[in-house]
């Protein structure tokens, strides 16, 4: 078992009165999806903000790779490897592929941008992701919606990042675009990247997680392996199961024991 | 070709108009590709007058072909000649529902003959998979726990008000096998038997060009052959089954203590990157794998047997010592051992499978226009 690439450790974040993450835990590996499901409100997409540099937490430290790091900005983030996708592709409808996947990064040659390198780049992440864009000359607008989740996917891609996060990222698709963003973020396991997988839709997580944390009002609410049934999951989301202690592992009468989980631990998880 | 692909369906003077072309250069277009199998033409009458309808060949009708698996789903599309027009693999939540999933496959199958530029009505029959037993003439999955939530699901009652199209169910290891036997490779032999390694363990029989289901759909699931009297409790309730061996889930826990939690494609990955307990799992599945298929090979004597699921994709990791212990124990004959093979078509075998049936049915009820 790998150590983890990135831990939060006791990580608070209020905005205001709210409390939206309260003493979290949690530890990220690579060639691992973690999923992270919760209800609305239960604080995924701020835990995808801290781990991506968009929020900086009010408590707690972030490990990286077992040292702690700090990370101020999305830019600071990207440089220790990890990059995010969040629901809002922030994508250029009028810009091609191509524009879009280099959008603030293009390659320089000279004081020129490198089409042809740049093109033959996108190409290759795009391949690596198995994806079906017809061209990368054609602006975004006219991709379906799983086709620009790749582009942005692909984008994230750009300088080999060890972790990913996607917040919410099979929202508003329609089937067949969902069962493309599954295959690609079975890919991206499959090449070894540390996948973030945050929605509030538990069936699709589970098509492709290999650990799932519960969220709860801001709380870790229970800890999973990705084949728990559906129905454990739902109790820990609607709170029908409280966890043993406050931040320990959530307790179903039956199923499956929940994976170890270390209440306030700060050394590493064993197994 | 394009303004024909566009409109669905017109008429040789129309498509003149659409393309600015003069008619007899659009008939001369015409016949050629009609000759190539591109295009497909019918008489009708516009204003009275006769006329050529065009259309594209796959005009014919599409069938859909659904195969579920335990961990995923998978869609294909073909036209009336089994060329495959659309394909796409879907993963699935452990556990899944038979209402959504059933729901999730009927979207997935409209969007797909959107996608081709088809009407809903041309979609003439849709065949279905599913990894329990099945019995067939009620469409009904004909056990009680081994897929859950999906006991006494009707398939086909659901998909058919769903897509509008008639609809037959098979166990997905059947049509597994009879693919292997029309196109895959086991084409030319008669008794095939094919094994379906994956997240659960299948076995389909072809006897005659024809699939063995027995009394209530149960032929053929060599998953369940008992291979310990004392062994743990099967999800059917017996004990020490197959697929209490070999089955992804006890493979991966097995694994699980010193790895992590793996999926079934890293462990063939990592066996042939040559770590050694993921080659011991899986030369221990295929000895238990070659024990069941003896006592098969021993009751039916096929020419041929195929392996096929994902595991099948370890290669000679998982048939080579599958081989030895299937001739330990069969009974040695003049014409040699049997041959073992893997699947030719991979992890498309069972959804071709379900395409082939779903075209025999339109073939018997008559809504295919022409006896292929």
Same mark, same amino acid.
């Given at each position: 078992?790998?150590?983890?690439?990135?831990?939060?450790?006791?990580?608070?974040?209020?905005?205001?009165?709210?409390?939206?993450?309260?003493?979290? /835990?949690?530890?990220?590996?690579?060639?691992?999806?973690?999923?992270?499901?919760?209800?609305?409100?239960?604080?995924?997409?701020?835990?995808?903000?801290?781990?991506?540099?968009?929020?900086?937490?009010?408590?707690?430290?972030?490990?990286?790779?077992?040292?702690?790091?700090? %990370?101020?900005?999305?830019?600071?983030?990207?440089?220790?490897?990890?990059?995010?996708?969040?629901?809002?592709?922030?994508?250029?409808?009028?810009?091609?592929?191509?524009?879009?996947?280099?959008?603030?990064?293009?390659?320089?040659?000279?004081?020129?941008?490198?089409?042809?390198?740049?093109?033959?780049?996108?190409?290759?992440?795009?391949?690596?992701?198995?994806?079906?864009?017809?061209?990368?000359?054609?602006?975004?607008?006219?991709?379906?919606?799983?086709?620009?989740?790749?582009?942005?996917?692909?984008?994230? %891609?750009?300088?080999?990042?060890?972790?990913?996060?996607?917040?919410?990222?099979?929202?508003?698709?329609?089937?067949?675009?969902?069962?493309?963003?599954?295959?690609?973020?079975?890919?991206?396991?499959?090449?070894?990247?540390?996948?973030?997988?945050?929605?509030?839709?538990?069936?699709?997580?589970?098509?492709?997680?290999?650990?799932?944390?519960?969220?709860?009002?801001?709380?870790?609410?229970?800890?999973?392996?990705? /084949?728990?049934?559906?129905?454990?999951?739902?109790?820990?989301?609607?709170?029908?199961?409280?966890?043993?202690?406050?931040?320990?592992?959530?307790?179903?009468?039956?199923?499956?024991?929940?994976?170890?989980?270390?209440?306030?631990?700060?050394?590493?998880?064993?197994? | 070709?394009?303004?024909? !692909?566009?409109?669905?369906?017109?008429?040789?003077?129309?498509?003149?108009?659409?393309?600015?072309?003069?008619?007899?250069?659009?008939?001369?277009?015409?016949?050629?590709?009609? +000759? =190539?199998?591109?295009?497909?033409?019918?008489?009708?009458?516009?204003?009275?007058?006769?006329?050529?309808?065009?259309?594209?060949?796959?005009?014919?009708?599409?069938?859909?072909?659904?195969?579920?698996? @335990?961990?995923?789903?998978?869609?294909?599309?073909?036209?009336?000649?089994?060329?495959?027009?659309?394909? !796409?693999?879907?993963?699935?939540?452990?556990?899944?529902?038979?209402?959504?999933?059933?729901?999730?496959? =009927?979207?997935?199958?409209?969007?797909?003959?959107?996608?081709?530029?088809?009407?809903?009505?041309?979609?003439?029959?849709?065949?279905?998979?599913?990894?329990?037993?099945?019995?067939?003439?009620?469409?009904?999955?004909?056990?009680?726990?081994?897929?859950?939530?999906?006991?006494?699901?009707?398939?086909?009652?659901?998909?058919?008000?769903?897509?509008?199209?008639?609809?037959?169910?098979?166990?997905?290891?059947?049509?597994?096998?009879?693919?292997?036997?029309?196109?895959?490779?086991?084409?030319?032999?008669?008794?095939?038997?094919?094994?379906?390694?994956?997240?659960?363990?299948?076995?389909?029989?072809?006897? +005659?060009?024809?699939?063995?289901?027995?009394?209530?759909?149960?032929?053929?699931?060599?998953?369940?052959?008992?291979?310990? *009297?004392?062994?743990?409790?099967?999800?059917?309730?017996?004990?020490?089954?197959?697929?209490?061996?070999?089955?992804?889930?006890?493979?991966?826990?097995?694994?699980?203590? @010193?790895?992590?939690?793996?999926?079934?494609?890293?462990?063939?990955?990592?066996?042939?990157?040559?770590?050694?307990?993921?080659?011991?799992?899986?030369?221990?599945?295929?000895?238990?794998?070659?024990?069941?298929?003896?006592?098969?090979?021993?009751?039916?004597?096929? *020419?041929?047997?195929?392996?096929?699921?994902?595991?099948?994709?370890?290669?000679? =990791?998982?048939?080579?010592?599958?081989?030895?212990?299937?001739?330990?124990?069969?009974?040695?004959?003049?014409?040699?051992?049997?041959?073992?093979? =893997?699947?030719?078509?991979?992890?498309?075998? *069972?959804?071709?499978?379900?395409?082939?049936?779903?075209?025999?049915?339109?073939?018997?009820?008559?809504?295919?226009?022409? @006896?292929?």
């Amino acid at each position: 078992m790998s150590a983890p690439v990135l831990s939060l450790r006791g990580v608070s974040k209020n905005f205001g009165g709210v409390r939206a993450l309260v003493d979290v /835990d949690v530890d990220v590996r690579e060639h691992e999806v973690l999923a992270v499901v919760g209800d609305n409100g239960a604080g995924k997409s701020t835990l995808a903000g801290v781990i991506a540099g968009a929020f900086r937490p009010d408590g707690g430290e972030v490990l990286l790779d077992g040292a702690p790091v700090v %990370l101020d900005s999305p830019a600071a983030a990207r440089t220790h490897g990890i990059a995010a996708v969040f629901q809002q592709l922030a994508l250029v409808d009028d810009l091609d592929v191509v524009e879009n996947v280099f959008l603030g990064q293009e390659t320089l040659r000279g004081p020129f941008l490198d089409e042809i390198a740049m093109e033959r780049e996108a190409w290759g992440l795009l391949d690596q992701l198995a994806a079906t864009v017809p061209s990368v000359r054609q602006p975004v607008r006219t991709l379906s919606g799983g086709q620009r989740q790749v582009v942005a996917v692909a984008r994230a %891609l750009l300088g080999a990042p060890r972790v990913l996060v996607l917040d919410e990222p099979t929202a508003a698709l329609g089937v067949r675009q969902t069962a493309e963003v599954l295959n690609l973020i079975e890919k991206l396991r499959e090449r070894g990247h540390a996948v973030v997988l945050i929605s509030h839709q538990a069936g699709d997580l589970q098509a492709v997680a290999d650990r799932i944390v519960v969220l709860r009002l801001g709380r870790v609410h229970g800890e999973f392996s990705g /084949d728990t049934s559906y129905e454990d999951l739902l109790a820990a989301m609607t709170g029908a199961v409280r966890p043993a202690r406050p931040g320990g592992p959530a307790r179903a009468a039956s199923g499956p024991e929940p994976r170890e989980r270390r209440a306030g631990g700060t050394g590493a998880v064993h197994r | 070709m394009s303004a024909v !692909q566009q409109r669905g369906s017109l008429t040789q003077i129309e498509l003149a108009g659409v393309t600015g072309l003069s008619p007899a250069t659009v008939s001369n277009i015409v016949k050629e590709l009609t +000759g =190539a199998g591109v295009l497909h033409t019918s008489p009708s009458t516009r204003s009275g007058r006769r006329a050529l309808q065009v259309t594209l060949a796959r005009n014919l009708g599409l069938v859909a072909g659904v195969h579920f698996g @335990s961990r995923s789903m998978r869609v294909a599309l073909a036209d009336a000649s089994m060329r495959v027009l659309a394909d !796409q693999r879907m993963p699935l939540a452990p556990d899944h529902r038979a209402d959504t999933g059933l729901q999730r496959a =009927a979207l997935l199958v409209a969007e797909m003959v959107a996608s081709v530029d088809a009407a809903p009505d041309e979609l003439l029959a849709v065949g279905v998979g599913v990894p329990a037993p099945v019995d067939v003439r009620a469409g009904s999955i004909a056990t009680v726990g081994m897929m859950r939530g999906w006991d006494g699901v009707v398939v086909p009652e659901v998909l058919e008000a769903e897509l509008g199209a008639p609809v037959t169910v098979d166990n997905d290891a059947n049509l597994g096998a009879l693919a292997e036997t029309r196109f895959g490779a086991a084409v030319g032999h008669d008794a095939v038997a094919y094994l379906r390694v994956s997240h659960g363990v299948g076995g389909g029989l072809v006897l +005659g060009g024809r699939v063995v289901h027995g009394r209530a759909g149960v032929a053929g699931e060599i998953g369940h052959v008992t291979i310990d *009297e004392n062994g743990p409790v099967c999800r059917c309730g017996n004990r020490g089954c197959l697929e209490m061996y070999v089955g992804a889930g006890v493979l991966l826990s097995m694994l699980s203590e @010193s790895r992590g939690h793996l999926t079934l494609r890293d462990v063939i990955a990592r066996a042939q990157e040559g770590d050694p307990g993921c080659r011991r799992v899986l030369f221990d599945a295929g000895q238990h794998l070659g024990v069941a298929a003896a006592n098969l090979c021993n009751l039916v004597d096929p *020419e041929i047997v195929v392996v096929g699921g994902q595991l099948a994709e370890a290669g000679e =990791a998982l048939l080579g010592p599958l081989r030895t212990a299937l001739e330990q124990r069969t009974v040695p004959s003049t014409a040699g051992p049997v041959q073992v093979v =893997a699947s030719e078509l991979g992890s498309a075998a *069972e959804v071709r499978g379900a395409l082939a049936v779903a075209l025999d049915l339109a073939r018997v009820s008559g809504s295919l226009g022409v @006896s292929a």
